[in-house]
Protein backbone atom coordinates (compact mmCIF):
# COMPACT_ATOMS: atom_id res chain seq x y z
CA UNK A 1 0.00 0.00 0.00
CA UNK A 2 1.07 3.24 -1.29
CA UNK A 3 1.61 5.89 2.36
CA UNK A 4 -0.76 9.10 1.86
CA UNK A 5 0.98 12.17 1.85
CA UNK A 6 -0.28 15.53 2.86
CA UNK A 7 1.64 18.68 1.56
CA UNK A 8 1.71 21.85 3.70
CA UNK A 9 2.20 25.45 2.89
CA UNK A 10 3.53 27.40 6.26
CA UNK A 11 2.98 31.14 6.37
CA UNK A 12 5.88 32.18 8.38
CA UNK A 13 8.36 35.31 9.19
CA UNK A 14 11.73 34.93 10.74
CA UNK A 15 10.77 37.42 13.26
CA UNK A 16 7.65 36.06 14.34
CA UNK A 17 8.21 33.80 17.85
CA UNK A 18 4.64 32.22 17.48
CA UNK A 19 6.15 30.83 14.13
CA UNK A 20 9.15 29.24 16.25
CA UNK A 21 6.59 28.09 18.64
CA UNK A 22 3.99 26.93 16.05
CA UNK A 23 6.43 24.78 14.04
CA UNK A 24 7.85 23.23 17.36
CA UNK A 25 3.98 21.80 17.88
CA UNK A 26 4.19 20.98 13.94
CA UNK A 27 7.29 18.95 14.38
CA UNK A 28 6.29 17.10 17.32
CA UNK A 29 2.48 16.15 15.45
CA UNK A 30 4.67 14.69 12.54
CA UNK A 31 6.83 12.69 14.95
CA UNK A 32 4.13 11.31 16.84
CA UNK A 33 2.69 10.49 13.72
CA UNK A 34 5.84 8.18 13.52
CA UNK A 35 5.89 7.62 9.90
CA UNK A 36 2.18 6.79 8.96
CA UNK A 37 2.37 9.81 6.60
CA UNK A 38 4.45 11.57 4.74
CA UNK A 39 4.48 15.09 5.29
CA UNK A 40 6.32 17.60 2.78
CA UNK A 41 6.59 21.12 4.82
CA UNK A 42 7.09 24.28 2.38
CA UNK A 43 7.93 27.65 3.61
CA UNK A 44 5.93 30.87 2.65
CA UNK A 45 6.77 34.59 2.78
CA UNK A 46 4.88 36.58 5.34
CA UNK A 47 6.74 40.05 6.09
CA UNK A 48 5.21 41.34 9.89
CA UNK A 49 7.20 44.26 9.27
CA UNK A 50 8.20 45.00 5.47
CA UNK A 51 9.02 48.69 6.23
CA UNK A 52 11.84 48.11 8.68
CA UNK A 53 15.15 49.65 7.83
CA UNK A 54 18.10 47.09 6.90
CA UNK A 55 20.08 48.27 9.82
CA UNK A 56 17.06 47.12 12.22
CA UNK A 57 15.28 48.57 14.92
CA UNK A 58 15.61 48.06 19.02
CA UNK A 59 12.93 45.22 19.30
CA UNK A 60 11.30 47.00 22.69
CA UNK A 61 11.02 50.41 20.77
CA UNK A 62 9.44 48.86 17.95
CA UNK A 63 6.87 46.67 20.16
CA UNK A 64 6.29 49.70 21.89
CA UNK A 65 4.81 51.33 18.81
CA UNK A 66 3.07 48.49 17.66
CA UNK A 67 1.30 47.89 20.74
CA UNK A 68 1.44 50.70 22.75
CA UNK A 69 2.25 49.20 25.82
CA UNK A 70 4.88 50.51 28.46
CA UNK A 71 8.06 49.10 28.92
CA UNK A 72 6.53 47.33 32.45
CA UNK A 73 4.51 46.17 30.03
CA UNK A 74 6.32 44.68 27.40
CA UNK A 75 8.58 43.19 29.94
CA UNK A 76 5.80 40.55 30.99
CA UNK A 77 4.92 39.84 27.64
CA UNK A 78 8.19 39.06 26.51
CA UNK A 79 8.87 36.95 30.28
CA UNK A 80 5.49 34.75 28.97
CA UNK A 81 6.56 34.05 25.59
CA UNK A 82 9.92 33.19 27.09
CA UNK A 83 8.12 30.76 29.20
CA UNK A 84 5.87 29.89 26.61
CA UNK A 85 9.18 28.76 24.43
CA UNK A 86 10.96 26.87 26.78
CA UNK A 87 7.61 24.73 27.64
CA UNK A 88 7.10 23.57 23.83
CA UNK A 89 11.28 23.18 23.64
CA UNK A 90 12.16 25.74 21.56
CA UNK A 91 13.97 28.00 24.26
CA UNK A 92 14.85 31.58 23.38
CA UNK A 93 17.10 34.09 25.19
CA UNK A 94 16.07 37.55 25.88
CA UNK A 95 19.57 39.83 25.19
CA UNK A 96 21.89 39.57 22.61
CA UNK A 97 25.37 38.60 23.07
CA UNK A 98 26.92 40.68 26.50
CA UNK A 99 23.31 41.60 26.97
CA UNK A 100 23.14 43.73 23.60
CA UNK A 101 19.66 44.29 23.39
CA UNK A 102 16.97 41.97 20.80
CA UNK A 103 16.67 43.37 17.74
CA UNK A 104 14.33 43.46 14.70
CA UNK A 105 15.16 42.67 11.45
CA UNK A 106 13.99 43.70 8.14
CA UNK A 107 13.48 39.80 6.61
CA UNK A 108 13.07 39.89 3.00
CA UNK A 109 16.28 38.92 1.92
CA UNK A 110 15.72 35.78 4.30
CA UNK A 111 12.90 35.02 2.60
CA UNK A 112 14.29 35.14 -0.70
CA UNK A 113 16.64 33.17 0.91
CA UNK A 114 14.09 30.57 1.57
CA UNK A 115 12.70 30.44 -1.45
CA UNK A 116 16.10 29.72 -3.49
CA UNK A 117 16.42 27.03 -0.68
CA UNK A 118 13.00 25.46 -1.39
CA UNK A 119 14.11 25.38 -5.85
CA UNK A 120 18.08 24.54 -5.24
CA UNK A 121 17.42 21.61 -2.56
CA UNK A 122 13.89 20.77 -1.68
CA UNK A 123 11.80 21.13 1.07
CA UNK A 124 13.70 19.96 3.65
CA UNK A 125 16.82 21.64 3.49
CA UNK A 126 14.45 24.27 2.94
CA UNK A 127 13.18 23.29 6.52
CA UNK A 128 16.72 23.14 7.87
CA UNK A 129 17.49 26.57 6.83
CA UNK A 130 14.22 28.32 8.03
CA UNK A 131 14.70 26.61 11.47
CA UNK A 132 18.25 27.28 11.91
CA UNK A 133 17.36 31.00 10.53
CA UNK A 134 14.61 31.23 13.80
CA UNK A 135 17.23 29.79 15.77
CA UNK A 136 19.81 32.45 14.64
CA UNK A 137 17.36 34.87 15.82
CA UNK A 138 16.02 34.02 18.93
CA UNK A 139 18.56 32.03 20.51
CA UNK A 140 21.44 33.56 18.93
CA UNK A 141 20.62 37.47 18.10
CA UNK A 142 22.42 37.23 14.77
CA UNK A 143 21.98 39.77 12.50
CA UNK A 144 19.67 38.02 9.96
CA UNK A 145 19.00 41.33 7.80
CA UNK A 146 21.99 41.12 6.54
CA UNK A 147 22.75 39.39 3.43
CA UNK A 148 26.67 38.47 4.39
CA UNK A 149 24.73 37.08 7.79
CA UNK A 150 22.12 34.97 6.03
CA UNK A 151 25.03 34.00 3.45
CA UNK A 152 26.71 32.73 6.37
CA UNK A 153 23.90 30.90 7.77
CA UNK A 154 22.93 28.90 4.42
CA UNK A 155 26.86 27.99 4.06
CA UNK A 156 26.66 26.58 7.41
CA UNK A 157 23.55 24.50 6.52
CA UNK A 158 25.00 22.85 3.20
CA UNK A 159 24.19 25.35 0.64
CA UNK A 160 26.74 26.70 -1.58
CA UNK A 161 27.73 29.92 -0.04
CA UNK A 162 28.42 31.37 -3.81
CA UNK A 163 25.75 29.73 -5.32
CA UNK A 164 22.88 31.58 -2.69
CA UNK A 165 24.75 34.85 -3.16
CA UNK A 166 24.04 34.88 -6.94
CA UNK A 167 20.62 33.96 -6.42
CA UNK A 168 20.28 37.33 -3.75
CA UNK A 169 21.24 39.48 -6.28
CA UNK A 170 18.77 38.50 -9.03
CA UNK A 171 15.99 40.80 -9.42
CA UNK A 172 14.23 37.78 -10.62
CA UNK A 173 14.27 36.20 -7.30
CA UNK A 174 13.04 39.62 -5.94
CA UNK A 175 9.62 39.24 -8.10
CA UNK A 176 9.14 35.69 -7.33
CA UNK A 177 9.03 36.59 -3.44
CA UNK A 178 7.03 39.38 -3.64
CA UNK A 179 4.25 37.07 -6.06
CA UNK A 180 4.14 34.39 -3.51
CA UNK A 181 3.44 37.07 -0.60
CA UNK A 182 1.16 38.55 -2.63
CA UNK A 183 -0.67 35.41 -3.44
CA UNK A 184 -1.01 34.98 0.52
CA UNK A 185 -2.71 37.82 0.88
CA UNK A 186 -5.27 37.21 -1.71
CA UNK A 187 -5.38 33.22 -0.50
CA UNK A 188 -6.27 35.44 3.25
CA UNK A 189 -3.26 34.71 4.91
CA UNK A 190 -3.33 37.71 7.50
CA UNK A 191 -1.18 36.43 10.50
CA UNK A 192 1.30 33.94 10.87
CA UNK A 193 1.93 31.08 11.37
CA UNK A 194 -0.86 29.95 9.24
CA UNK A 195 -0.48 25.96 8.07
CA UNK A 196 -2.35 25.49 4.68
CA UNK A 197 -2.60 21.76 3.94
CA UNK A 198 -2.63 19.95 0.64
CA UNK A 199 -3.44 23.92 -0.35
CA UNK A 200 -6.91 23.86 0.93
CA UNK A 201 -7.14 23.50 4.79
CA UNK A 202 -6.42 26.11 7.01
CA UNK A 203 -5.29 26.20 10.38
CA UNK A 204 -4.00 29.49 12.18
CA UNK A 205 -1.41 29.70 14.89
CA UNK A 206 0.51 27.32 17.41
CA UNK A 207 -1.84 24.93 17.65
CA UNK A 208 -1.49 21.91 20.36
CA UNK A 209 0.67 18.78 18.48
CA UNK A 210 -2.44 17.00 19.01
CA UNK A 211 -4.52 19.22 16.90
CA UNK A 212 -1.93 19.17 13.93
CA UNK A 213 -1.99 15.47 13.50
CA UNK A 214 -5.64 15.39 13.99
CA UNK A 215 -5.76 17.65 11.13
CA UNK A 216 -3.15 15.40 8.97
CA UNK A 217 -4.48 12.09 9.52
CA UNK A 218 -7.71 14.00 8.42
CA UNK A 219 -6.30 15.85 5.18
CA UNK A 220 -4.70 12.43 4.61
CA UNK A 221 -8.07 10.63 4.74
CA UNK A 222 -10.10 13.32 2.30
CA UNK A 223 -7.35 13.77 -0.08
CA UNK A 224 -7.58 9.93 -0.23
CA UNK A 225 -11.04 9.90 -1.20
CA UNK A 226 -11.22 12.91 -3.60
Keep these: MTKPKVSVDIWSDVMCPWCAIGYTQF ?13 EAR ?30 ELAEMRRAMLARAEAVGFPMTEAGPGGAPA ?32 EAHFRDHRRVGERAVLLDIAAEQGFDRAGAGEALEEEALAIATRMEEQRGREAG ?11 RYLVPGAQEPEVFAATIRKVAELTAQS
Design 103 to 134: MMWNTFEAHKLLRWALADQGPEAQTRLKVTLL
Design 27 to 39: ARAVAQLGGEIEV
Design 43 to 72: WMPFELNPDLPPEGVSQVEHLGKVYGRSPE
Design 189 to 199: INSVPSFVFAG
